[in-house]
């Protein structure tokens, strides 16, 4: 397996928290967290596509409200 060129979104600039990516030899994605890099996420590009799509989208925004904010449907 051949060294992966890790990148970051520019928007991160110098912060320490950040998500990085990189193409595979084998054709797929890999994901990793600057603070547990190694701990890896396997993708294809279409699978990532369509995740960064969906979060485009607003998909997974419902994830993002808190407790006290999501009605109680007891």
Do not use: Y
């Amino acid at each position: 397996m051949s060294t992966l060129n890790w990148q970051k979104s520019s928007f991160s600039g110098n912060a320490a928290n950040c998500v990085h990516i990189a193409a595979a030899d084998d054709g797929t994605i890999k994901i990793h967290e600057s603070d547990d890099p190694a701990t890896i996420v396997t993708t294809t590009p279409e699978k990532l596509r369509a995740f960064i799509l969906g979060v485009k989208a607003g998909e997974f925004d419902h994830f993002a409200t808190t407790p006290a904010s999501v009605p109680d449907t007891a």
